[in-house]
């Protein structure tokens, strides 16, 4: 029998300093919740060792609660998907973007009541499958990838970031950031060159990326703090969803158009989609990558990019009505 039923881990430098007073806190919440009481622990997250700290806290916990954004939830999967994958994964998003939490109504939970309340119901929730990727056997997936664009501009914002030691900032001053370092990378494409061949319903395909603005490969349906490039993907199908964008246009389409609901779904409709259960990507250089948010760029140096899909994590999730 696991040692826990609730095993926090909390990243210090998230939620722009607001971690430090609910980390203070979270022992009197727990305290006041019967399933919790007496039965968890709180860890800190350690620059570089999240992953390896998850698939320790795999073994002694049933479920693991990140306290954090996405990069530490992403290294969190990918530590239980190392360790004991029937541990259940729970989120309490303080990051930038919350991709995952908002495709599993987290964000919104946490956005509407208060902390304690907030916690309470997530603890209570039911957990349902993800599905996880592998690129080149070394990383894992389970939000989106993308080369081009997007991913040049994720490359220099990671890089100001860890070259500044930025550990906190406003979600003001991170959009800000964004848009800086997007005039930089306007005229970012994908490189002469590049292409990707899949399956898709049951024939082999090959197409050119060169020239591309951006190409996004999602398992979820959010991207970018709840952009939706492919708002009908299903995160346990099996399958990644590729969305094309030929020009800075159609990418910049998904911002425009994001709060217009229906024209939104329409226009998301007219895009190039295709979706498969392996992709294999052929890149020259010069192209950049991110994989959840975090620039993995260095990946492209093997020439080739194989992402397949590894297995299922169990997420704690609620209906859109809570």
């Known amino acids: 029998m696991k040692k826990y039923k609730y095993a926090f881990l909390v990243n210090p430098l998230a939620g722009s300093g607001y971690v430090g007073e609910i980390v203070s806190q979270l022992p009197v919440f727990l305290d006041r ?25 795999s073994r002694s916990a049933t479920s693991i ?43 919104q939970l946490f956005n509407r009541k208060p902390f304690h309340k907030a916690l309470e119901r997530l603890l209570t929730s039911p957990n349902r499958p993800l599905d996880i990727w592998q690129i080149n056997g070394k990383k894992i997936m389970s939000n989106y990838l993308s080369l081009g664009f997007d ?15 930025i550990s906190q900032r406003s979600l003001l001053r991170t959009k800000i950031a964004f848009c800086k370092h997007g005039l930089y990378r306007f005229f ?83 895009l190039k989609q295709y979706y498969s259960d392996r992709i294999d990507i052929y890149s020259s250089p010069g192209n950049y990558l991110q994989i959840d948010g975090e620039d993995s760029t260095e990946l492209l140096l093997e020439g080739k ?3 397949i899909k590894f297995g299922q994590v169990r997420v704690l999730t609620v209906s859109g009505s809570d």
């Open 33 to 57: 919740i019967h399933s919790a009481k007496g039965r968890y622990c709180i860890e800190l997250t350690r620059f570089g060792q999240v992953q390896k700290q998850a698939q320790c806290l």
């Open 188 to 270: 970012h494409h994908v490189r002469p060159g590049s292409y990707m061949c899949f399956w898709h319903e049951g024939r082999e395909r090959k197409i050119l990326l060169e020239l591309l603005c951006s190409v996004i490969f999602s398992n979820i349906k959010y991207y970018a703090s709840g952009i939706g490039p492919a708002p009908f993907a299903d995160d346990a199908d099996g399958f990644l969803d590729i969305t094309l964008f030929p020009t800075l246009p159609h990418y910049m389409g998904l911002f425009i158009t994001q709060k217009l609901r229906l024209i939104h779904k329409y226009y998301n409709r007219n």
């Open 65 to 107: 609660v990140v306290i954090g954004g996405d990069g530490t939830v992403s290294d969190a999967i990918a530590g239980i998907s190392f360790g004991e994958s029937d541990t259940t994964l729970g989120i309490v998003p303080m990051g930038t973007a919350n991709d995952l939490a908002r495709t599993l109504n987290i964000n």
């Open 151 to 165: 991913a040049a501009v994720n490359a220099n914002f990671c890089r100001e970031r860890h070259q500044n030691n």
């Open 305 to 307: 990019i194989t992402i």
